[in-house]
């Protein structure tokens, strides 16, 4: 690096530029803005970056080889050069053959894993024939009742040679249950499952709110899971630790990277406290991460993620193998960001997002369709968005070397600084016991309001520009197809319901609904009980059912 006589002469050079080159120029035109930020407006952004700016990074401790500790530069010694991120679309629309229709001609349009979307009933744990999910069955994802649902979905698709994300949380188990019944079926390994649940319970109760159970009981199942598919499926990640939604309900970046790391820690200790060894179940936790539009401040972010979930295991938790040290992380593109105004003008935002994940370094990537901020993607714009990832791979050159922003003067004082706010707000989390105590405190949830409010006052305002929106409108009649989920296609799904539960065994259903039952009253892992009864074709709701009435549901301001 520069010794403190370059610092200081480049420190002289830069004001005499400022002082000669640049006030004469911002005196007689000015500058677009008086103080320019990053795109969540937390950090301010300097008109160039120097030497000085890194004086203090230490290349062995701060950075390292990709491959190597503290892994800011990836976790993989050969990054792309070796194997591609997973592209994975997320797909799950209506009744169970209509998904799997999606999912062959999305791998046949050379997708390299799936991503599964659930409809809100079966995130919220009820059958599609139940009240509560009347007018909702299979429109936000797939209706999944039954193993019968599930393995229609996976017709024709070994899992031994794809890997599934399921975005499940509250009901996790059941759906894990299911994918591995499916797996026994196909007389796959389960050591040779490879997938992610999503299972993160706290982020429900922070940002998306489609929890069942108390936080107590959820914690348990949590690490049930990390428990079993440490000893039985150790190739699937048990829970994908979400600051997406975080992002997406409004936080900065560095919240959401704050407020996701919490969340591990207080994964972590509830394992730990359940009498788990952190080295066994640590290497099978992934994040997932929201790839927003400022392309710098999201590459900051991924690589301090890196970097700080590092010195965490290690520091705080002792991790002893490096894999338990290796933050691994999915991306999706903003949602939030997406405009129903010139609609067109997704496709670039997606492109930008999908570019700062990639030279962010993430393991896999969904990439939005552009219309989703009006419907289900179509077929037509699921190919576009999965198109924009295999041109980035093949054909921009930004998978060709790892981590090629490093060394970048702003990249890198713009990654010490997210940390650094980062850790501000993990230490506040800290002082007040925890993330489950400021959760509880509604602490989190008015962090990222305030951010929110913020940020919509300054685009009504227009101190933010959203292309299409507040500035460059058109007038428009949108026409296009729409994805549509009719009452016919819940009729169907509620039929194929009762055929399973006329052709299945009532008394195999009851006997092993009962053993869960008695599982969930004691301290038996509950996993292998569920799994009993999704063999049987009990279903979603009656599972979940017998786990609402042994350990309650959550209610929304009341204690956690």
């Known amino acids: 690096m520069f010794d403190s006589d370059d610092l200081e002469e480049i420190r002289a050079e830069r004001e005499e530029w400022e002082t000669e080159a640049v006030e004469p120029v911002v005196d007689r035109f000015g500058e677009r803005k008086e103080t320019f930020t990053t795109d969540t407006g937390g950090q301010e952004v300097d008109r160039i970056y120097t030497p000085e700016d890194v004086s203090e990074l230490d290349y062995d401790e701060d950075l390292g080889f990709p491959g190597q500790e503290p892994y800011t530069r990836g976790v993989y010694s050969t990054g792309y050069r070796g194997r591609l991120w997973t592209m994975r679309q997320y797909a799950g629309f209506s009744t169970p053959e209509d998904t799997n229709e999606r999912y062959h001609y999305l791998l046949d349009q050379g997708q390299t894993g799936l991503s599964m979307a659930f409809d809100l009933p079966t995130q919220m744990g009820y059958d599609s024939d139940a009240a509560m999910a009347a007018g909702e069955v299979g429109r936000a994802g797939v209706a999944i009742d039954s193993l019968d649902d599930m393995e229609t979905v996976f017709d024709g698709i070994p899992l031994d040679e794809v890997s599934t994300s399921m975005t499940i949380n509250a009901p996790a188990s059941v759906l894990l249950a299911m994918y591995i019944a499916v797996g026994d079926i196909q007389g796959v390994d389960r050591e040779e499952l490879r997938g992610t649940i999503q299972n993160d319970l706290l982020k429900e109760y922070i940002a998306r709110n489609t929890y069942i159970y108390p936080p107590g009981p959820s914690m348990r199942i949590i690490t049930d899971i990390f428990e079993f598919c440490a000893e039985e499926a150790p190739k699937f990640n048990t829970i994908s630790i979400s600051g997406y939604h975080i992002r997406e309900a409004g936080s900065t970046a560095a919240q959401e990277l704050a407020f996701t790391l919490g969340n591990g820690i207080e994964y ?76 067109e003008n997704n496709v670039v935002r997606v492109a930008y997002q999908a570019l700062a994940a990639v030279l962010g370094g993430t393991q896999s990537l969904h990439t939005n369709g552009k219309d989703e901020a009006l419907a289900l993607p179509t077929e037509e714009s699921v190919r576009t968005a999965l198109r924009t990832q295999q041109i980035l791979a093949h054909e921009s050159g930004a998978a060709d070397t790892i981590d090629p922003l490093a060394g970048s003067y702003y990249v890198e004082s713009l990654t010490d600084d997210v940390e650094a706010e980062a850790y501000e707000i993990l230490a506040e989390i800290d002082e007040r016991g925890g993330m489950l105590e400021a959760v509880e405190q509604q602490w989190v949830q008015r962090q990222i309001q305030d951010t929110a409010f913020d940020r919509q006052k300054e685009i009504e305002e227009g101190e933010r520009i959203i292309v299409g929106v507040n500035e460059f409108e058109v007038d428009e009649d949108v026409e296009m197809d729409i994805e549509e989920v009719t009452e016919a296609d819940e009729k169907r799904q509620i039929d194929s319901l009762e055929s399973v539960r006329v052709d299945r065994d009532d008394e195999d259903v009851e006997a092993t609904l009962a053993a869960l039952r008695e599982a969930a009253r004691g301290d038996d892992n509950i996993m292998p009980y569920i799994i009993d009864a999704v063999k049987v074709y009990a279903t979603v709701g009656e599972i979940c059912n017998v786990l609402r009435e042994e350990f309650g549901e959550y209610q929304p301001g009341s204690a956690l």
């Open 268 to 343: 972590v200790e509830a394992a730990i406290d359940a009498g788990l060894d952190v080295d066994e179940f640590a290497p099978q936790l992934s994040f997932f991460f929201n790839g927003h539009n400022n392309i710098f401040e999201e590459v900051a972010k991924f690589r301090a993620a890196r970097r700080m979930w590092h010195d965490i295991m290690e520091e705080r938790f002792d991790a002893q193998n490096p894999k338990s040290k290796q933050l691994k992380f999915h991306t999706q593109t903003a949602g939030s960001t997406l405009t129903a105004q010139q609609i």
